[in-house]
C-alpha cells in the first residue's frame, strides 16, 4: 500500500459529520479512489484497465474498499450496517461504477442482492450471521442463474431435497458471482418437483462448512466485458444443508424474488449511470484537444450535438432512477412496474449513447491504451450489466400484462381531471426519507400509478404559467405532447386482445410496454425540474427549463413521429454546462458531485 493511498484511506475512514452522512461518505469515497488519471495512483485509470487486461479485480481497490467497510453498505442501520435510503445507496456505489464497473459488481453489487431474501425472510439468527459477515468484509454469492434456464428461475434445475436433518442438494449453478471465494451463497432451489408457484425455496448456505467433496466451486467463466469479475459456477453433488439453513417459508422463494428484486432493479441502474459518466467524460475530453478544420471538434456542430444529447440522456436516466429508488420507501407499492422501466431505460440509452460517442472518438473508442483507453472497456462492460439481473425484453414482459389495468385505473380520460395522490417528495432529491419496508413491496401496482398519471397535470401547469414565461413554452408544448401521448396509450392498452396482455405478448404489447417507459421517465423529468424550481436552495441548473426541454425532446424522438433534432440554442448551453463541470471536476448527473483529482480531496455536495 503507498503511502499516498494509506493518506487518502485515513481520509476516508474518518466519521460521518453533517446533515447526510451519505453524501459525506460519497466525498470520502472519491477521495479513497482518488485521481483517476494519475499513472502513480494504485487505483486510477492505468491501474483499472492492466488488472482488465490480466481479468482480474484490481487487488489494491478490494483492499482498499475492505478499508472502507463497503460491505457494511449493504446491510441495513437496524442491523448495524449503514443502508438506509436506496437513492443514497445508489449514488454511493456510482463513484466505484465510474471508476471501475467491475469492481463495482464483483467486490459489493452481488453481495447486496444475495442479501435482500436475508432482510426479507430471514430468522433473527440468519439476518445477523449475513450482517455480521458483510460488515467484516465477507461475501455472500447470489445463486439464481443456471445456463440452461437464464431469467427464467420457474424452471431452474438444482434441487434440495427434504432429509431428516435438512436438505440434500444437487445440481448446478453457473455464471454467479463470487461463488468460488464467497464465505456463504443463497441459493435459489426447487423445493417441491410439483407444478406451480410454491415450488422454490431459498437455502442461505455456508459455503465453507460443506464436505469438500460433495461440492466443486472451481469453475471460472470468461467475459468480454467485466472481464474482472469472478464469474464461476458450482457444482453439488448429495450435499447435506442444514434445516436451518432455508428462508422464511418453504416453497416462498419465487414470491420473495419477484419483490425484493425491485429494489435491486431500482438501484442497480443509478449506479451504471456512473459508466455513462465516465465514457461521456472521455469523450468530451477528447473532442476538446482533437483539432479538425482549423478549431476543436467540440466546436463542430455535429460533435456538439453527440455531446449534448449524451449529456441529456444521462440526465433522463438519473432522473427516473432517483424517482424509481425513491419510489421504494414513498410509494412500495408502485415499485414494481417502476423498477422494470428504469431497469430497461438506464441500460438502452447509456449503450446508444456509447455507440455514438464511440463514432466521435473514432479509432480511439477501442484503442486499449492511451488516455481514452478507459472508453474501449466501458463500451465492452455495458451490454454485460445491461444483461445482468435482468435483460430489457424480461423487464418489458412484467409491464405487459399491467398495462390494461393502468389505462383503466390510472390513465383513462376520465379520471385525468383528478390529481394523482402522489407525493412531491418523490422529486426532491435531498429530502429525507421514511424507512424502507420490504413488507410493503407488492406483486403488482394494481392499476395504481401516481408518475406517468401526473402528466396531465404537469401539461396544463405548463400551460399556464407559459402565458407570462415564454421561456417554457416549448416545454409546455413537449408536455402537451406527452400528455397525448398517454391518452393513445391508454386507448391501445384497452384494447389490447387477451395474449398481448400476458408476458408472452406478441411486439405490439412490448412496443406499447416501452412507450410507457418513455413516458414515465418524461414525468420523472418534469417532477424532478418543477421540485427545483420550488426549493430555493436547489441547483440553478436544475431549475432551469433548459434540461427538461431538452430531456423531453429526446424522450419525443423516441416515441415519433421523426422531429428535428436539438436546435443550437438548446445544444449550446448544454455544452458549456458539461465544459465548466468538467473543469471543475464535477460529475454530469443530477448531483454535480464533487471528484478528486490532482491529489485533491473531493467534497461533499
Known sequence: MTELLALRQDRALRPDPGPDPVLDRIARLETLLGDPDDPANPLGLAAVLDADERGELLAAGEEALAAFGLGAEFVPVAL????????????????????DCALGIGHGVTSFIASLPVWADGS?????????LLCSGGRIAAAYTELDHGSDFARVSLTARRTPDGYVVDGGKQLVNNIGRAEAAVLFARTDERPGSRGHSHLLVDLTALPADRVDRSARYPTSGVRGCLLGGADFTDCPVPADALLGDEGAAMET?????????????????GVGDSQLRTALSFARRRRLYGGTVSRLPLARATLAGAFTDLLVCDALGVVAARTLHLAPEEAGVRSAAV??????????????????????????????????????DLPVVALAHASGAVCLSNIVPQLPRLADRAWHPALQGREPAVQDALFRLHDPLPDLDLGRLE????????????????????????????????????????RAHLADLADRAAALPPRDRTPVAGRRGFLLAERYVYLLAAAACLGVWREAGRDPAADAFLADPLWATAALHRLAERLGPHRDPLP?????????????????????DLFRIQLATNGLPAQGS
Open 257 to 273: 424474488v419477484l419483490k425484493v428484486f425491485q429494489i435491486t432493479r431500482c438501484v442497480l441502474p443509478g449506479m451504471v449511470v
Open 568 to 588: 443550437e440554442t438548446v445544444v449550446g448551453p448544454l455544452v458549456d454546462e458539461l465544459s465548466a463541470r468538467h473543469d471543475t471536476a464535477r460529475t454530469f
Open 124 to 132: 433473527a439468527e440468519q439476518r445477523r450471521a449475513a450482517a455480521d
Open 443 to 482: 406483486l403488482t401496482t394494481r392499476g395504481t400509478d401516481g408518475l406517468a398519471a401526473l402528466l396531465p397535470a404537469f401539461a396544463a401547469d405548463l400551460a399556464r404559467r407559459a402565458v407570462d414565461r415564454p421561456e417554457l413554452t416549448e416545454l409546455a408544448a413537449l408536455a402537451g405532447e406527452f
Open 80 to 99: 448495524g450496517g449503514r443502508f438506509a435510503r436506496a437513492d443514497r445507496f445508489a449514488l454511493l456505489m456510482r463513484s466505484l461504477f465510474r471508476r
Open 343 to 380: 431497469k430497461y431505460l438506464v441500460p438502452k440509452l447509456l449503450q446508444d449513447s456509447s455507440y455514438r460517442l464511440g463514432v466521435l472518438l473514432g479509432a480511439r473508442s477501442y484503442v486499449r491504451e492511451g488516455p481514452y483507453a478507459g472508453f474501449q472497456k466501458a463500451a465492452r
